[in-house]
């Protein structure tokens, strides 16, 4: 796998650290796990690389991605990264293009998604995680939220003011309004984890089927 195609966040290499040692808090030592809005890969190649017991799912919306995720899972020696699909949140059912998911995932991760997306991505987010949990299964999304009563972070406020002048659609998301489109869709907020440069990792089950 050429190194030209391996894309390069530099916040991905930054996080995975910290977000890895949440998940290996939190997971079983085996399991299936689906990431939404795999980007670059990074993630995917270095949470499955620590993760053996684990198979991983890439997904993204744009295919331009799918070289770079399969490049990194192979300089990372992660066999258990299985092909990357393409998935669109708003999509149902899950993934878009493919035959359905027919095995539900004991994990569903989605790093730095809501904010860059229309809203109702997050309610296509909820739905399908909803849809595709195995009981007892979490989903874990990351990145930097609004809370009502904590006070926002200066750099948070200038880059959801940065995001709103790119596209309106866009911006930092309050987890009063995240919590509430996921109880619609059955599920609630088991856990919040702070983290590093003012983001949070937060942990969502089905609302009936409590860790």
Known sequence: MSNALLQH?????????????QLLALLAPTGAALEIASGTGQHAAHFAAALPGWSWQPTDQQATHFGSITGWAAQAQAHNVRAPLRLDVLHNPWPAGDPAFGTPFDLIYCANMLHIAPWACCT?????AARHLAPGGHLVTYGPYLEDGVPTAPGNLAFDASLRAQDAAWGIRRIEDVAAVAAQ??????????????????VWTHATRNL
Not at 9 to 21: K, M, T, V
Not at 124 to 128: A, S, V, Y
């Open 124 to 128: 296509g987010l909820m739905q399908g």
């Open 185 to 202: 869709a059955g599920l609630q907020l088991a856990a919040r984890h702070a983290m590093p440069a003012n983001n949070l990792l937060l």
């Open 9 to 21: 966040s530099p916040a991905a290499e930054r996080n995975q650290g910290p977000i890895l040692a």
